[in-house]
């Protein structure tokens, strides 16, 4: 039974983008006010056990033809009409400093030769024109000549709605948020070890929900190294490539306990905390170890609502997070950092939020560190309610991914026994990493962009 769970997989811009990215995926998970609906092929989702499985398939490339082509000199500007309607305005600078030929471009590494130094950036045209292969060709005042693809033209149109086209097809900026309804959405760990549609399917998840999940993994060690591999590379921190969560006498972290961890991030001590997280069950206890999430975009958007003075307080704030120890190697971390991060536009792209690596050092005038612990209370008060957590319970063989910077995470105490001891393996990677893989995937599956 073909279930409606995801939504938008893309932004309805990219229907318009020359790479054909606007797949209208992920249908509502629940998400109060959004209407289930008919999944389309390009990410179907089927439910199993309680959860969502992941399915994918490729789409059409667009091309584009021009129809007419002219310089603009006093605007400094060339413009280009297309056959399927409207235009598109290009600066004489930016098409010179990128100008595609191979004295200016080495087109092995897709990289620039041209030097900052020796571009005019003042230049003008001599002649522009259509040539007969449909290419815009620009002849430079020097006599250099320059040949643009259309379809490369296209994709880097300067409109407002091309340019955000282009970075929702780039980085995927679209989130789906959600509260204890989600479903988990769910895949087979062996194809998405061997097919490049099922690992896409996979990655879009991961990046749109915040957390995808792996099922049928063998009950071993090194299955997130597999998972690693499948993308790059995993991050190497001061706890290794990878990492046991077990109950451990002397303990230098408090994920090493039977105890309850709190709602939180990994690593804020560091100043550049892993994208996404992996944590494979190898075995369970047998009473309690149950896993939770939060969506802390979501939430971090609630708090906005109902508390705007709190939500200016944590994404203003600078807080000091620690971590010490002895692992894969010594160290003593510090960093500083917002509890909520938001970019220039007053999106949160980030939480940064671990109550047992949050430092007694508070680094904040007097008369700041009264508003700042309500600030904290009124988003983990939040964090905390019912309605917003969802509860798992990890089996062995499963797998969990999920997004470190927008995921807050915990898991409920557990009793620890001889004969049937809880363990997780775990790893990290960056989303710079994810997203170079996922990148590589749609092109294979979807055709170059």
């Known amino acids: 039974m073909w279930m409606s769970t995801f939504a938008r997989l893309a932004l309805p811009a990219l229907q318009r983008s020359t790479s054909a990215m606007a797949c209208q995926a992920l249908r509502a998970i629940g998400r109060p006010g959004w209407a289930a609906g008919p999944l389309p092929s390009c990410l179907a989702l089927v439910q199993l056990r309680g959860h969502q499985t ?9 091309h584009h033809s021009v129809r007419h082509v002219r310089a603009l000199n006093e605007e400094r500007m060339v413009e280009v009409e297309w056959e399927d309607g409207g235009s598109s305005l290009y600066p004489f600078t930016w098409l010179r400093d990128n100008c595609q030929c191979p004295l200016c ?13 020796d571009l005019d950036i003042h230049t003008g045209i001599d002649a522009v024109e259509v040539n007969k292969d449909n290419k815009v060709s620009i002849v430079w005042p020097d006599q ?3 040949v643009f693809d259309a379809d490369w033209l296209k994709r ?13 097809e780039l980085f995927l900026t679209e989130r789906y948020y959600w509260d204890s309804k989600l479903r988990l959405p769910t895949a087979d760990f062996q194809e998405v070890l061997h097919d490049d549609k099922a690992a ?33 590379y995993l991050r190497l921190t001061y706890y290794g490539n990878t990492w046991q969560v077990q109950d451990k006498f002397m303990a230098n972290n408090v994920a090493y306990t039977t105890g309850r961890l709190s709602l939180h991030t990994d690593y804020p001590a560091l100043h550049y905390s892993p994208g996404v997280q992996v944590l494979h069950c190898i075995s369970q206890a047998e009473e309690g170890g149950e896993s939770e999430a939060v969506d802390g975009f979501h939430m971090a958007e609630q708090l906005k609502k109902e508390d705007p003075e709190a939500f200016r307080t944590l994404t203003s704030l600078y807080v000091d997070f620690t971590d010490q120890g002895v692992d894969y190697c010594d160290f003593l971390l510090h960093s500083k950092k917002r509890i909520i991060d938001i970019d220039a536009e007053g999106q949160v792209v980030r939480i940064n939020c671990n109550n047992a690596t949050r430092d007694s050092v508070l680094d904040l005038p007097l008369h700041q560190v009264q508003p700042f612990y309500r600030a904290l209370k009124a988003f983990e008060s939040i964090l905390s ?32 026994n001889p004969n049937m001891t809880r363990h997780l393996e775990g790893a990290y990677l960056d989303w710079d990493e994810v997203m170079s893989r996922l990148r590589l995937l749609r092109n294979s599956v979807q055709g170059n962009i």
């Open 54 to 62: 992941l399915g994918s398939a490729s789409l059409p490339l667009a």
């Open 105 to 117: 471009t080495l087109q092995s590494a897709q990289a620039r030769k041209l030097l900052t130094v």
């Open 144 to 146: 250099h000549t320059s």
């Open 156 to 168: 880097r149109c300067f409109s407002p709605a091309a340019r955000q086209a282009l970075k929702e």
């Open 200 to 232: 896409l399917a996979w990655f879009l998840a991961l990046r749109r929900v915040g957390i995808a999940y792996l099922k049928g993994a063998p009950t071993e060690r090194g299955q997130v190294a597999r998972l690693g591999e499948r993308i790059g």
């Open 385 to 416: 309610r019912p309605e917003n957590v969802v509860t798992y319970r990890m089996e062995p063989g499963d797998i969990a991914t999920f997004d470190n910077w927008r995921l807050l995470h915990g898991r409920k105490k557990y009793v620890s």
